[in-house]
C-alpha cells in the first residue's frame, strides 16, 4: 500500500521549509549537512575537471539529489550492501569514498577509486558497502535482491538497498526484483530517486500511476512510501524504519524519494525540456537550503554552518588540485594495459567557456540563469 510518510516534493505537497520531523541531534544534522556540501562541493570539482577536457566519457551529475544518499547511509550500517545507477557519486561518497579518489576515477587515473577501470559510471568500493554504479538501467535491482538473498542465509543481519531513477520502474528488472523480495521476504530496501525525468522525458507522460515506484509496491504485497527526497532527515527516517523492518525480517520496502536534478541529464544535456517554474520551485527546495534550516531551528549557530561550508568546499578545491596534479604527474592506470584499445585523449570538443563553474551555462546550461540563483556554488 502506497503511504505517504511525510511531505512529499513541490509538485504534490507544500513547499518552503522542512516539515516537522523526526528527533536529529544537532551535531548529527551537521555532520550530514557537511556531507551533503561536501558532495556538492566534489561535484563541482567534477564539472570543473570536465570543462577542461579531463574527465573520460561523460558525466551524470546529482546536485540538488544529495539528501537521498546522505540521509539513507546515515540510517544504515557500515556493512550494509549499496547498488547504485551510472547517477552514483553521491551515493559512493555518502558511503564513505573519498572525493579525491573519486575524481581520479573520473579522470581514469591508477589513483582512481576502481583503478580506472569504472569511471563515472561504474563507481565501486567494496570495502564501504558501495558493490557498484550500473549503467543500464534497472539492472541491479536484482543484484541487491541477491544480495539480501546471500545476507539473509548467513545471518548477518545485513540489509541491501538499491538506489534507481524513475525511469527504471518501467523496465522488467524493476518488477522481478520486487517480486521475488516479496516473496522471499528478503531484508532489501529499494530507493527510488524521482527526479520527475527520465533522461528527457517526464516520468508522468510514460507510466500509467501518479507514483512511479510506491503505487507499484502494492502489486509485490511491499510497503510503498513517497517521502520528501530533498530534506536529509525525512529520507534517514524513512530508510532507518525500512532497515529495521528488513532486519527482523518482515521483508523489503519501497521508498519513492521525490527530488530534482539540478543539471541535465547528462554533461550533454542543457534540460531545456524543463518548465522554468518547475525548476524555479525545485530551487527553492535545495536540500542544502532545507537543512540549513533545520540547523537554525534547532539553534545550531550561523558560524558553525559557514564553517561546515569552507570545510567542504575546500576539500573540494584540494580533491580537485590533487586529482589534476596527478593527471600531469602519474601515468593512467594500468587498468588499460591489458586492454586492446587504450583510451584516446578525450577528442570531443569542449565548449570555449570561462574554467570556472560560476560561468555554467557554456554551451549547455544546466542551470536556468537569470531565472533562479542557480546553485550554491555559482551564487554570487
Ligand atoms: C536498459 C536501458 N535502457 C535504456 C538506457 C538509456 N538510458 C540511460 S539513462 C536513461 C534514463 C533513466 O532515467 P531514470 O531511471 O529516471 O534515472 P535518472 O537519470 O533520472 O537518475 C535511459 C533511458 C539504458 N542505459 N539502459
Ligand atoms: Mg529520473
Known sequence: MTTPMTSTGPASGPAGGPPGGPPIGAAELLTLYERMALIRATEKAAYDLFMLGLVKGTTHLAAGQEAVAVGASAALRADDYVFATYRGHHHALARGASPAECLAELMSKGTGMCKAKGGSMHLTKATVGMLGSYAIVGSHLPMAAGAAWSARIRGTGQVAVAFFGDGATNIGA??????LASVWKLPALFICENNLYMEYTPISQVTAVANPAADRAAAYAIAGHVIDGNDVVVVRQAVAEAADRARRGDGPTVIEARTYRHYGHSRADPAKYRPAEEVESWLRRDPLDIARSRLQAAGVPPTAVAEADERADRTGRR?????????????????????????????????ACSRSSAAIGCGTPPYPSRRSPGPRWARP
Open 174 to 179: 524493476f518488477h522481478e526484483a520486487l517480486n
Open 319 to 351: 580533491s580537485r588540485r590533487a586529482s589534476r596534479e596527478r593527471c600531469a604527474a602519474t601515468r593512467p592506470s594500468s587498468a588499460w594495459a591489458r586492454t586492446s584499445a587504450p583510451p584516446k585523449a578525450s577528442s570531443r570538443p569542449r565548449p
